[in-house]
Structure formats: structure tokens, C-alpha cells
């Protein structure tokens, strides 16, 4: 199995079209970055962690799922970058590669000595939209290979679908 490890806020300030929604709507870069890290997921078939620093959401850490990928808020006073050391430790086993994905040089060093692998804000960008062009492609050919369904589906019923398949509720 692998796994993605994704330093959240450091891919957001690396990435032209996040950085830009970041500075004027924080959640809202965040919840892109979720969304592109579910279409990665559902494409390489990694099991996606998101982690992001407490320092912007203040409380006790927070965990959930969106689009069925993991999304980890970090305790007060710790760090994006210990929680996904302490995770590439705990969660590398024989049978899993574990991959971060962060432009922090000092973090890169630190998660090499635990033999995971890294990639780059810049390289997963790149990964990202090899995958998007990917996913237009399969859905163009699939689009004219299929006949004209013979049933119509309203635009609400085709976004309820389109929820079914990225796994959300």
C-alpha cells in the first residue's frame, strides 16, 4: 500500500492557484486542495492524509474525512511537519511506502531518515495535472463512445451521482 502524506498548508502556498484563494479565503484553499488530493487518490489509489498546522484553527486537533481522504488538524503547539514525522514512523511497515508531500527542505531530510519518500510541492503539481488531463481524457473517450443515454437525468441528479463517485455523503 502507499501512502500520501500531504503537509497541507506548505502545498497551499506552493501552488499559484491555491496561494491566490488563500489570500482571500483560507477554508476555501483548503478545501481545494481536499478535493484535488481526492481526485490523486481516487486515480493512484494512495490512501491521502492531509495535515495541517493547529496554528490557523484554534482548538483541541480535529480529524475527519472529505472525499474520503483523511484531513488531520494538528494539536496546539504542534507542528504540520512532527505530526507527519511521528505518522511516517508509526504507519511504515514492509508493506507500505510511505510519500510526503512538502517543499520544506528540513523536513524532506527528516522524513528520508525514516525511508519514506518525498515529492515536492512542485512535483505533485505537475503529478496533479498529469492526473487532471488524465481524468478529461478517459471522460471524453468514454463521452463519445457511449450512445446518447436513452434516459435524461436532471443536472441536481447527475451532481448527486458525481458525490456517489468521489465518496461523499
Same mark, same amino acid.
Given at each position: 500500500? @502507499?501512502?500520501?502524506?500531504?503537509?497541507?498548508?506548505?502545498?497551499?502556498?506552493?501552488?499559484?492557484?491555491?496561494?491566490?484563494?488563500? @489570500?482571500? @479565503?483560507?477554508?476555501?484553499?483548503? @478545501?481545494?486542495?481536499?478535493?484535488? $488530493?481526492?481526485?490523486?487518490?481516487?486515480?493512484?489509489?494512495?490512501?491521502?492524509?492531509?495535515?495541517?498546522?493547529?496554528?490557523?484553527? =484554534?482548538?483541541?486537533?480535529?480529524?475527519?474525512?472529505?472525499?474520503?481522504?483523511?484531513?488531520?488538524?494538528?494539536?496546539?503547539?504542534?507542528?504540520?511537519?512532527?505530526?507527519?514525522? =511521528?505518522?511516517?514512523?508509526?504507519?511504515?511497515?514492509?508493506?507500505?511506502?510511505?510519500?510526503?508531500?512538502?517543499?520544506?527542505?528540513?523536513? *524532506?531530510?527528516?522524513?528520508?531518515?525514516?525511508?519514506?519518500?518525498?515529492?515536492?510541492?512542485?512535483?505533485?503539481?505537475?503529478? $496533479?495535472?498529469?492526473?487532471?488531463?488524465?481524468?478529461?481524457? =478517459?471522460?471524453?473517450?468514454?463521452?463519445?463512445?457511449?450512445?446518447?443515454?436513452?434516459? *435524461?437525468?436532471?443536472?441536481?441528479?447527475?451532481?448527486?451521482?458525481?458525490?456517489?463517485?468521489?465518496?461523499?455523503?
Amino acid at each position: 500500500m @502507499d501512502i500520501l502524506l500531504v503537509d497541507g498548508y506548505n502545498i497551499i502556498g506552493a501552488w499559484p492557484e491555491l496561494r491566490a484563494l488563500k @489570500d482571500s @479565503d483560507l477554508p476555501a484553499a483548503r @478545501d481545494l486542495l481536499v478535493e484535488k $488530493m481526492a481526485e490523486y487518490q481516487a486515480y493512484s489509489g494512495y490512501r491521502v492524509i492531509v495535515v495541517f498546522d493547529a496554528h490557523y484553527v =484554534k482548538g483541541t486537533e480535529k480529524k475527519y474525512k472529505n472525499y474520503k481522504v483523511e484531513v488531520i488538524f494538528t494539536k496546539e503547539n504542534e507542528t504540520a511537519d512532527e505530526r507527519i514525522e =511521528k505518522m511516517a514512523i508509526s504507519l511504515s511497515n514492509r508493506k507500505t511506502q510511505i510519500h510526503v508531500a512538502t517543499s520544506d527542505y528540513t523536513e *524532506q531530510w527528516a522524513i528520508f531518515g525514516q525511508g519514506a519518500l518525498r515529492k515536492s510541492a512542485r512535483e505533485l503539481l505537475i503529478e $496533479m495535472s498529469s492526473i487532471e488531463k488524465g481524468i478529461e481524457k =478517459k471522460v471524453k473517450t468514454i463521452q463519445e463512445k457511449r450512445p446518447a443515454s436513452k434516459i *435524461q437525468i436532471s443536472d441536481e441528479l447527475a451532481e448527486i451521482f458525481e458525490k456517489w463517485r468521489r465518496g461523499e455523503k
